[in-house]
């Protein structure tokens, strides 16, 4: 109830001012690349929705002042322009980083090429989620959206899921790491970081196998 439109415009900008963080340590930071600019103004304004929504909620449910005006309404998001061409992945890539794997990750990174699965989508993933048919799919529980997504496979999604799920129970998971069982949350950065060197491809993230997919499925 003490804030107003002008206090939470300098919050949404401060935001984007501020050097981005991992784990606590900063990263490197170079406010004149249009790039970071772009990619800090991005997490503004999602956190702007994120208030914005709190606000309105509040509002609906009367728990604002009823002499509270809709202040949150005049702050308006960064204008980004369009969405910059993600990062795909050549056919070369994609073999250099699969041969810098290990087994246990190269089916990981595979299962991303094949699905467009994120990494935390992937390792959740059980022989039940692999549906054979005349139309083979995977059911993936999206994270972000908390949807269900049935994804067609290709041929070469067929003949890898089918390898990885033979002979085993429903409720195991598809995945393995090094350790036989499924992968825990982010257990997969380091040896992919690894990898991603060892092949040459320092720009690269486990993300980008989710665009290539994309990129691939137009081929």
């Known amino acids: 109830a003490s804030m107003d439109s002008r206090a939470l ?11 981005p963080k991992r784990r606590g340590a900063k990263r490197p930071w170079d406010p004149s690349c249009p790039a970071q600019r772009r990619a800090r103004q991005s997490t503004a304004n999602r956190a702007l929705t994120i208030v914005k929504a709190a606000l309105i909620l509040a509002w609906r449910e009367t728990r604002l ?30 073999i250099r980083l699969l041969n810098a794997c290990d087994a246990d990750l190269r089916n ?5 090429l094949l699905t467009g699965a994120r990494a935390g989508e992937l390792r959740k993933l ?3 989620d692999y549906h054979r048919g005349a139309t083979p799919t995977v059911r993936i529980l999206q994270t972000k959206t908390n949807k269900t ?12 899921f089918d390898r990885l799920t033979a002979g085993r129970a429903g409720h195991e998971p598809i995945l393995l790491s090094s350790e036989g069982r ?6 997969y950065q380091k040896p992919f970081n ?26």
């Open 65 to 94: 002042p009823k002499n509270c005006p809709d202040f949150w309404r005049a702050v308006q998001k960064f204008e980004l322009g369009d969405d910059p061409v993600p990062r795909m992945l050549s056919d070369d890539e994609k």
């Open 149 to 160: 997504l049935y994804q067609p496979l290709t041929s070469e999604g067929r003949e890898f």
């Open 194 to 219: 690894i990898a991603r060197r060892a092949a040459g491809l320092e720009d690269v993230k486990f993300k980008h196998t989710r665009s290539t997919y994309g990129k691939d499925l137009l081929l």
């Open 126 to 128: 059980t022989v039940n």
């Open 182 to 187: 499924a992968w825990s949350a982010f257990s």
């Open 108 to 112: 990981l990174v595979t299962a991303g």
């Open 9 to 19: 415009a300098a919050w949404h900008v401060q935001i984007a001012d501020i050097p």
